[in-house]
């Protein structure tokens, strides 16, 4: 795509062995980016359905049983499948960018990630075809997991625990790259806030993904073994797996709302054309909420019974990240006052996000109040609060940064009047289904409830409700459609698209040549590109190095077979309780596979490849015409 | 002109208020006219809440307006070049120690709160003959029904717990096969009902439960258990401590009652043969039945938590309870019964009855 090398015309067969093998990050940004917008289909596909299903009372538009795979599937998706990727994707195709960096420091294991993550979400969705998908929630609290007949809770055990493998890899390599593949003079103190933001959050993947992966073993080895580490009749217990859970999943929300949170403080400077305000305290409260993520997830528990003392310290430290979050609130507001806002499509998410995200943010904190939460707990109150977060933060975010990435990622760019059209119609109808939800909880309806019986209150409500999700529906759909007719708009060749550039990655030419920068950039403060532009600089970069040699990574389709190997393996591991003679051997021959492609990468050596001065030159010849990036 | 203006405001107000208004919900189910000290313990706090986070959205939102409004490029031009600033400690300092303190605030009622709902001492306590001076109720949740046992006053019963006026009542809770929560919207917040531990609370009621539109509140499971989670209802019935202290006598009067195989009416020779083994028709005894007590069903609100009370309702859900409630641990267990017999059965049980 964006970073075709010289050889412009490929075939169908060369470009998808270049797909498969690749380990560029700015392709794997855009295979992250499409692989979660599909899954953030299906599971926006899911939550249609329960919406449709609940838009009446006595409902029997789907049947219990059925309405259970779907919230489940529609949770775990949501979260692992499309908001984590998404989030990857961006991060892929601009943080070695923003650091000056010409890939990440592990390519060969970020195509590794990615193949795990895909596979893994392959196998959890095929539970839809082979028997039923999990039923259990995305929590799949033990003991109804145990409880659940049939292979659904093993699709969700073992496709997590692959799809959470290249979670955890990716999160490394992101750590290694932002702190070792800096260009020279980006200090950590100028480093762009996405950057800082992916930094944190990958930190928090390296401690949160363990004990979801420690859960999800001993899960998995009660269903395939009766090891009964959570069958309290022979002595296990439910509670450990929810506290294992939570320690993962609460941090979880933040892997996800950091990257968000980066992502507006990069579109709000641009488009308000002023310097992020605060930028110290903005680092400053990024890393105190991720340390902070770990000290609340009993507030998921309150209920359970763990006893006064627990709740109050719980409560107390849920409260506490509150202030952090403010701090990032009043930030971006400070940074828009005084500045010059033009409203953009990126600009008109991150105008959205802002009171939404507040909305999000206060009823967390009366959740947090303990003694309240007992009320609020499981009803829909939760849903309407964890909605206006995720939505409102998480999904304005992904929204809002492909309008204002795509000329970087796809040397094209969304339609603006469609891009309007599809913010108004989804974000009326994200408050519409979500704002009355706190009602309903208050009204006693408990969540996850698959029907409700007619005359308790909760007739009228639900019906708007379900009206706003058929409007998010569209929203969505319109940004399809958008993406479809971009794909053919004529490419932009530009540099800077907005106009208000700041940081590295507005400082390259599109389409951006796959070793990313000729020369290594060298960063002379915060906010490189608008300090050069600014003192007349019209390449936009200074250099630390001369034209030279470029070492590139090669492709490789290792990692593929490795995550193949895997996902055979998976096929042993589910059916082996049920006594299947072909369950060990598929097992074992899938382990071979990975195993076997892991020993073929350890003994052969694969040590890149140089670009030549005179390839270098040519390259940028044949995207910029005479005289290159310029 | 201007007295339609304000007839035109009064009329929007009124109609804003309607709206809000109905958002109350039911006052048998909703946690926004709470009857007990508990539940209106927690209402007391999502009031004070509300009002800071709502100080706290509209700072924000007038703060965020106004910058927006000031800021905007069609204004102020193309070419506008805004100062870059860098941040301002001041402000920073502002904007961390006003919230922290609000929290604080917050803080204070959330912790006596917390330790308070938690005090369940009283449980244990004792007059001077040895006998508990509090009332306990032990609450077991099974997959879609609920048991509520008296273990002073020996006597149990299903689906329809009933509880005096005016003193604190503490629950046993536990999960008999997988997790639910115990959740009575109007009276009080929830607790869950584990599988491995017994948890404890206390709830207070202080409305009789008889003016209610059905004359009951209702209760219902708040953690996911399966297909039928949806449908886990229970209802609540509040009698004055005298009334509380006959229906204890009468449940302890059903000692030793039970269907004969050997009567005359069908229904009860039929109940004798096929229901019997998990569904006991005496209010006596403890807790740990495969099926819900049905010494009380005449007296009781729904068939099933969920269907209207009437005889056609038990003869559909005897028919086949799979299709009213999914997963349901009933079904098949009592073999082929003819359209005859179910409807006697139907009779019967609904011929089951304390009160008068």
Redesign the interface.
């Known amino acids: 795509m964006s970073s075709a090398a010289v050889s412009n015309k490929k075939g169908f067969g060369a470009t998808l062995w270049d797909y498969l093998t690749t380990v560029d990050h700015k392709k794997l940004g855009v295979m992250y980016l499409f692989a979660g917008t599909l899954f953030f289909a299906i599971a926006g596909l899911e939550a249609l359905l329960m919406r449709i299903q609940l838009m009446i009372p006595n409902s029997d538009f789907v049947?219990?049983?059925t309405f259970?795979e779907l919230?489940t599937m529609h949770g775990t998706t949501m979260l692992f499948l499309a908001a984590t990727p998404l989030l990857f994707g961006f991060m892929n195709a601009v943080v070695p960018l923003q650091i000056g960096a010409r890939d990440v420091a592990f390519p060969f294991l970020n195509s590794l990630g990615f193949w795990l993550f895909f596979l893994g979400a392959l196998f959890l969705h095929l539970s839809f075809f082979l028997g039923g998908a999990p039923?259990?929630?995305w929590t799949n609290?033990a003991?109804?997991a145990l409880?659940?007949p049939g292979h659904g809770i093993d699709f969700y055990v073992l496709g997590l625990q692959i799809s959470g493998a290249g979670t955890l890899i990716s999160g490394i390599n992101f750590i290694v790259t932002i702190i070792t593949m800096r260009a020279p003079g980006m200090t950590f103190m100028r480093m762009p806030l996405f950057t800082w933001t992916s930094l944190i959050s990958s930190a928090l993947i390296l401690f949160a993904f363990p004990p979801l992966t420690v859960g999800l073993f001993l899960m998995l080895v009660d269903r395939m073994f009766e090891a009964n580490f959570f069958d309290?009749t022979m002595g296990?217990?439910?509670?450990i797996w929810e506290h294992l859970f939570w320690i993962f999943g609460h941090p979880e929300v933040y892997i996800l709302v950091l990257p968000a949170f980066g992502l507006f403080s990069e579109i709000i400077p641009v488009f308000?054309?002023?310097?992020l305000?605060?930028?110290?305290?903005m680092v400053f409260a990024t890393i105190l909420i991720g340390f902070l993520g770990f000290m609340v997830w009993a507030h998921h528990m309150f209920?359970?019974?763990l006893?006064?003392t627990a709740?109050?310290i719980f409560?107390?430290a849920t409260?506490?990240i509150?202030?952090p979050t403010?701090?990032k609130?009043?930030?971006w507001?400070?940074t828009?006052?005084?500045?010059?806002?033009?409203?953009t499509v990126p600009m008109l998410y991150a105008?959205g996000f802002?009171?939404s995200f507040?909305?999000g943010g206060?009823?967390g904190?009366?959740q947090?109040?303990?003694?309240?939460?007992?009320?609020l707990?499981?009803?829909y109150f939760i849903v309407a609060h964890f909605h206006y977060v995720i939505v409102g933060g998480i999904v304005t975010a992904i929204f809002g940064s492909m309008h204002f990435y795509w000329p970087i990622m796809f040397n094209r760019a969304l339609s603006e009047k469609l891009g309007v059209l599809t913010f108004w119609i989804f974000f009326t109808g994200f408050h519409l289904t979500f704002f009355l939800q706190h009602?309903l909880g208050?009204?006693?309806m408990?969540?996850?409830?698959?029907?409700?019986?007619a005359?308790?209150?909760?007739d009228?409500?639900n019906f708007i409700s379900s009206i706003g999700a058929i409007m998010m529906a569209i929203g969505v759909i319109l940004l399809v459609i958008n993406i479809i007719i971009t794909a053919k708009s004529k490419p932009l060749n530009c540099r800077d698209y907005w106009g208000d550039g700041r940081s590295l990655e507005w400082a390259i030419q599109t389409p951006v040549p796959f070793y990313n920068f000729k020369q290594t950039p060298l960063v002379r403060g915060y906010d490189p590109y608008w300090l050069e532009k600014h003192d007349g600089n019209e390449e936009g970069m200074v250099y630390a190095e001369p034209l030279g040699d470029i070492h590139m990574p090669n492709n490789s389709i290792l990692p593929l077979i490795m995550s193949i190997g895997t996902f055979i393996a998976a096929f042993g591991a589910l059916y082996h309780p049920d006594g299947k003679a072909w369950a060990i051997p598929v097992l074992i021959l899938g382990l071979a596979i990975t195993v076997g492609a892991m020993i073929v990468r350890s003994v052969k050596d694969d040590l890149g490849f140089h670009v030549h001065v005179e390839e270098v030159i040519a390259t940028e010849e044949h995207l910029y015409g005479k005289g290159g990036n310029k | 002109m201007m007295k339609g203006l304000k007839k035109w405001r009064l009329f929007s107000l009124l109609a804003v208020m309607t709206v809000f208004l109905s958002a109350c919900g039911e006052d048998y189910l909703t946690t926004l006219k709470p009857t007990g000290a508990v539940g209106k313990e927690q209402f007391n706090l999502l009031l004070f809440s509300i009002t800071i986070m709502a100080l706290v959205v509209i700072v924000v939102s007038v703060l965020y307006l106004y910058a927006f409004m000031k800021a905007r490029r069609s204004k102020l031009g193309e070419d506008y070049m805004p100062k870059q600033v860098e941040g301002s400690h001041t402000l920073e300092v502002i904007w961390t120690v006003i919230p922290i303190i609000l929290l604080l605030i917050l803080a204070v009622p959330t912790l006596i709160s917390t330790y308070k709902f938690a005090d369940v001492k009283a449980m244990d306590e004792v007059n001077e003959e040895g006998n508990k001076t509090a009332l306990t109720v032990n609450v077991t949740a099974k997959l879609y029904w609920w048991e509520f046992e008296y273990p002073e006053q020996g006597i149990v019963t299903a689906q329809e717990l009933v509880v005096p006026t005016g003193e604190k009542v503490y629950f046993n809770l536990k999960a008999a096969d997988v997790k639910h929560s115990f959740w009575i919207p109007a009276v009080g917040g929830k607790m869950d009902t584990n599988v491995e531990n017994v948890n404890k609370f206390y709830l207070q009621f202080d409305e009789e439960s008889e003016g209610l539109e059905q004359g009951v509140f209702y209760g219902k499971c708040a953690e996911l258990c399966g297909p039928s989670h949806a449908l886990m209802d229970f209802k609540v019935k509040v009698l004055d401590r005298d009334g509380f202290d006959n229906w204890v006598a009468a449940m302890q009067a059903t000692e030793g009652q039970t269907a004969s195989a050997e009567s005359a009416d069908l229904g009860e020779q039929t109940f004798a043969n096929s229901c019997l083994m998990c569904h006991a028709v005496s209010g006596v005894g403890a807790s740990g039945a495969m099926g819900p007590n049905l010494t009380t069903f005449g007296d009781r609100n729904r068939v099933a938590g969920v269907l209207e009370h009437t005889e056609e309702s038990i003869e559909k859900w005897v028919s086949d309870p799979e299709s009213i409630k999914p997963g349901n641990l009933m079904t098949g267990k009592y073999g082929e019964l003819s359209d005859e017999e179910i409807s006697a059965v139907a009779d019967y049980i609904m011929g089951l009855s304390i009160e008068e």
Request: charged share 10%; no cysteine.
């Open positions: 049947s219990a049983g259970n919230l039923d259990a929630g609290y003991s109804l409880y659940s309290h296990g217990n439910t509670v308000a054309r002023k310097r305000f605060g930028y110290s305290s209920t359970t019974g006893g006064a709740n109050a409560a107390v409260m506490a509150a202030v403010g701090m609130v009043f930030n507001i400070m828009i006052w005084g500045g010059s806002v033009k409203v105008l802002i009171p507040v909305a206060v009823t904190v009366m947090a109040a303990a003694p309240l939460d007992y009320q707990h499981d009803s009602f208050l009204m006693g408990p969540r996850r409830v698959f029907t409700y019986q005359n308790q209150g909760w009228l409500f």
